[in-house]
């Protein structure tokens, strides 16, 4: 099943299957981070390009648009001129065209998949590219628990994933470590409350 076909049909349900959600966000982030520690940058993390298997496994596809952490975006005339990633899910870097992205775009483009799960809307659309890039680069979305207020969306998470999409790379989560050591937190905490 590919997640990005899921978020789509799945209920607008109350009670959706949060464990499942934060399952597959760890994994797609495991998976990244130990391409980061590699210098390995995937550029167009996305729902589509994310498969989940019979039994939970998860896999990240779609290496195409990948770069090697600290070479140029437009180093050679194959890439020149092109940003890499996919428009929703684009990091402001990406957006204005910064030569060099490190991991921390990878991060923002995982918070805005994890925006879209908890949520059921991506932050960022507007009417066409401009303007989602436009909001991208300078507009602050709503939270996701004021966009999906029949949800219950726990707020430690909403700061997490609002941490993760900070328009400033450093105002986000430095590692995809630290990003993922924060969902575990809240699962463990989750975890011993409902065993008070």
């Not at 659309?125 to 401009?130: A, K, M, P, Q």
């Amino acid at each position: 099943i590919i997640v990005g076909l899921a978020l789509r049909e799945e209920s607008m349900e109350r009670d959706f299957d949060l464990n499942r959600l934060l399952s597959i966000l760890t994994q797609v982030g495991d998976a990244l981070g130990y391409a980061h520690v590699r210098g390995v940058i995937h550029r167009d993390v996305k729902p589509e390009n994310i498969i989940v298997g019979m039994f939970g496994e998860v896999t990240l596809i779609d290496w195409g648009a990948a770069k090697v952490w600290g070479m140029p975006n437009d180093g050679d005339e194959e890439t020149k001129g092109q940003r890499g990633g996919t428009p929703l899910y684009m990091s402001p870097e990406q957006v204005v065209g910064n030569r060099i992205v490190d991991e921390r775009s990878d991060i923002f483009s995982l918070g805005v998949v994890m925006y879209e799960m908890l949520a059921q809307r991506v932050p960022f659309r507007g009417r066409d590219v401009s303007e989602t890039f436009d909001n991208i680069v300078n507009r602050e979305p709503m939270g996701p628990r004021e966009a999906a207020p029949h949800r219950f969306i726990p707020i430690p998470l909403e700061k997490i994933c609002l941490k993760a999409m900070a328009k400033q790379p450093n105002k986000r989560y430095q590692s995809m470590r630290e990003f993922m050591d924060a969902i575990n937190k809240y699962r463990a905490d989750a975890l011993l409350r409902a065993s008070v």
